[in-house]
């Protein structure tokens, strides 16, 4: 069983499944340039290797840290380059982006605190909370 495992991760479908995304991605990220498609021998399947399944991992773990694709590629081309400069400010543009969304969604959470206070503390009209979402920004 474990080795009917192991060659199901080197097709594209065994690869996609271990990092849980779909083919479709495998293949869309190939077309970006983030991930190598591997040469094709006549009358057989391209084979992936556990490089290519590292960078799939790589490639889901600055998705969720917030890079964009364009920027992952980056990231990939300066890890060849060793350009620390460039990869530490991509990073820290990173950083700046989440503390600003962490401020906006302060924001709402304590503008929405407020309007569940204001529900709570009346008995008599329509609740606050309700008339908030009705307006128009």
């Known amino acids: 069983m474990v080795r009917n495992q192991a060659l199901n991760r080197d097709t594209i479908s065994g690869l ?15 077309r970006r340039g983030l991930l190598p498609e591997p040469a094709r021998p006549p009358g057989e399947i391209r084979r992936y290797g556990e490089a290519d399944v590292k960078r799939m991992r790589f490639i889901r773990s600055a998705q969720a840290a917030g890079f964009t694709l364009a920027e992952i590629g980056e990231l990939i081309a300066l890890d060849a380059s060793d350009d620390r400069a460039r990869a530490r400010e991509l990073a820290q543009s990173r950083v700046a982006a989440i503390d600003g969304k962490i401020a906006e969604l302060q924001e ?21 909370i309700l008339r908030a979402f009705e307006r128009e920004k």
């Open 108 to 128: 709402a959470r304590d503008a929405l605190a407020g309007l569940a206070r204001a529900c709570a503390s009346s008995q008599k009209g329509p609740c606050p």
């Open 16 to 30: 996609a499944k271990s990092a849980g995304v779909g083919v479709e991605t495998v293949r869309y990220y190939q």
